[in-house]
């Protein structure tokens, strides 16, 4: 059974940065691409960026060159390193691997 288990959420102020982290078991995450979305209640689904099986990476535009998408193999882990957080960052981060989603981590960011 595969698992996804997002962690690294909390309180940050505005420029402020975290890391949120997603490890994942059952499969071997290397064979697979990982998306980070973020959802707020009440509103869509937000993509915010993915890293292929090769490595490659892809963000949105509303946070390019602020976050970082990166992976461990080894650790079964994939990291979304953010970076001048914005109150508009403000709502909950999934991470993805079709069709396994995680439970969420909050991000609330003070203005």
């Known amino acids: 059974q595969v698992q996804l288990v997002e962690s690294g959420g909390g309180l940050v102020q505005t420029g402020g940065s975290l890391r949120l982290s997603c490890a994942a078991s059952?499969?071997?995450?290397?064979?697979?691409?990982m998306i980070w979305y973020r959802q707020a209640p009440g509103k869509e689904r937000e993509f915010v960026a993915t890293i292929t099986s090769s490595g490659s990476t892809y963000y949105a535009d509303t946070v390019e060159g602020r976050f970082t998408i990166s992976r461990d193999n080894a650790k079964s882990t994939v990291y979304l390193k953010m970076n001048s957080l914005k109150p508009e960052d403000t709502t909950i981060y999934y991470c993805?691997?079709?069709?396994?989603w995680g439970q969420g981590t909050q991000v609330p960011v003070s203005s």
């Open positions: 059952g499969r071997t995450l290397s064979n697979y691409n």
């Open positions: 993805s691997n079709d069709p396994y």
